[in-house]
């Protein structure tokens, strides 16, 4: 074991980096229904409340028709769901005269993708507003293969909503019955004129699975590092073939997030679960609120949408990334993870980030208790290690104090605190606080991304005592967690309590 706190530390300053603007343009798409889980139709703008992290926002522009939509209908054509091909070809004609249909809309504003995977993923037909374009395609699916279902969804993601010029299909994208498509790819063609608006698109992903996964490369985890910093809603149905390694609990979850929702339907139910997806995409609305005063733009924000009448649901996506990609909470990357010692320093360097926190540091204060005395009388033999534990998955963190020759893992969240000779008792004050980035001694090859966020400082008392602290996070990048971890573990390790900022 290594002790954490001797890693190779870049200091971050303010001067190291670029200014960046702190104002951005967030899109929500939503929807709205009743108890009867019937969509609401008629909302206003001042009916709706956005909250970002908390904040409440000003709601820049608001439409209540969003059909002008991009759909991508994603397909499981894998050998086994070969029993529903019929019913599932018929649905998916219906739904396109469905989420196409022109009530009270122009032609072309709904574009329709198709895209069957098995083993790997095509696109047969790429944002048409042609229903017979779509339905001609549909009628060339063909079931067989294994299901690369993590692999074919992150692929859509990533390559189905960009803005490259409208494909045509290439033929033929499944031969011979074997069912398995070549690699994500289309030919492109001449895009139809576009709308006066073709950013303003609202996104949709139709999932049909039976989320079974036994191919794919990535991991299911992955799909959600994906999905959650993009603008796109995801309806799954979730068909029950009997497949052994479904998944439904992890799809429930991705689908939510998004905003969507996972209906579960059998083949006799197809027809009926395709047309309430359709009516539900005709019926969502779009928002958008200026961001403004984010200090960290590389972490993940919560959002929450709400309406103010009695009884209404609002389904809309769990948050966004300021900047992409971003880091959550729990240390997970929205996006992807950084690949490199060079990315994870250019994702950190930013100057308004590392002031805020230093200011922050500066700001901590701790009063002793009656433990205290007793702690800082062996600190100078006896220095102090506390991490956070967790005793169980789902359990929540633990604080941990160690004493004398402790070691930790190289990966611990941990904080060291030492001192030359025993402090005098008093109130405890942070002084020098320095933020850095540090990696693994000697990183090379897998090792290059390794990193920790760090945090060294003193604490001073009025009788001129002196302790030092020393913070790691591994695999976080620099955030106001690293201000919260180490004001919670000087409370726990010294025995003291933390005073209410001025």
Not at 193 to 213: C, H, I, M, N, Y
Not at 230 to 253: H, M, N, Q
Not at 266 to 293: K, N, P, S
Request: net charge neutral.
């Amino acid at each position: 074991m290594l002790r954490a706190i001797f890693l190779f530390p870049i200091l971050l300053y303010a001067q190291d980096a670029v200014f960046k603007s702190n104002v951005r343009e967030v899109s929500v798409l939503f929807r709205a229904v009743d108890r009867g889980n019937q969509p609401i139709p008629g909302i206003t703008a001042s009916e709706v409340r956005v909250e970002d992290e908390g904040i409440v926002r000003p709601i820049r522009s608001f439409r209540g028709d969003v059909a002008h939509a991009q759909v991508v209908v994603l397909v499981d054509v894998s050998g086994s769901m070969a029993s529903v091909f019929g019913p599932l070809e018929a649905a998916l004609e219906n739904f396109a005269d469905l989420v196409t249909e022109d009530y009270n809309h122009e032609p072309g504003d709904v574009l329709l993708t198709l895209i069957p995977f098995s083993t790997s993923a095509t696109v047969l037909v790429d944002r048409t507003s042609n229903t017979a374009e779509f339905k001609e395609a549909v009628r060339r699916l063909r079931p067989g293969g294994t299901t690369a279902l993590v692999d074919s969804v992150m692929a859509t993601i990533e390559n189905a909503f960009d803005s490259r010029p409208v494909a045509r299909p290439r033929r033929p994208a499944l031969s011979g019955g074997e069912g398995e498509s070549g690699p994500f790819v289309s030919s492109p063609s001449a895009a139809p004129a576009a709308p006066k608006d073709e950013t303003s698109r609202s996104k949709f992903l139709v999932l049909f699975t039976d989320a079974g996964e036994n191919s794919s490369a990535h991991p299911w985890s992955e799909i959600a590092s994906t999905m959650l910093g993009r603008d796109i809603t995801v309806y799954s149905i979730a068909f029950e073939s009997g497949s052994p390694d479904s998944d439904f609990s992890t799809l429930s979850k991705i689908t939510a997030q998004s905003g969507g929702k996972l209906l579960h339907a059998g083949a006799g139910q197809l027809q009926r679960v395709y047309a309430e997806i359709a009516r539900d995409i005709r019926t969502h609305y779009q928002l958008t609120f200026a961001a403004t005063d984010i200090t960290n733009t590389r972490m993940w924000r919560n959002l929450r949408v709400t309406v103010n009448r009695p009884g209404v649901m609002v389904y809309a996506r769990a948050g966004y990334c300021p900047e992409t990609p971003c880091q959550r909470e729990d240390g997970t990357f929205v996006g992807r993870r950084p690949a490199s010692w060079n990315e994870v320093l250019s994702l950190s360097r930013d100057p308004v980030l590392v002031d805020a926190l230093r200011r922050r540091f500066s700001e901590l204060k701790f009063q002793p208790t009656r433990e205290t005395e007793n702690v800082l009388r062996n600190l100078a033999s006896r220095p102090l290690l506390v991490e956070k534990t967790w005793t169980g998955k789902n359990s929540a963190p633990q604080l941990v104090s160690r004493t004398g020759s402790a070691q930790v893992g190289m990966d611990a969240e941990v904080c060291g605190i030492s001192a030359d000779k025993p402090p005098p008792s008093g109130e405890l004050a942070v002084a020098d606080p320095e933020i850095r980035l540090a990696r693994r001694p000697g990183a090379s090859g897998s090792d290059e991304s390794y990193f920790q966020s760090q945090a060294v400082f003193y604490l001073e008392t009025a009788g001129g005592g002196r302790i030092r602290v020393q913070c790691n996070r591994p695999n976080f990048l620099i955030s106001e967690g690293l201000v919260d971890f180490a004001a919670q573990a000087v409370s726990a390790g010294l025995k003291v309590r933390l005073l209410p900022s001025p």
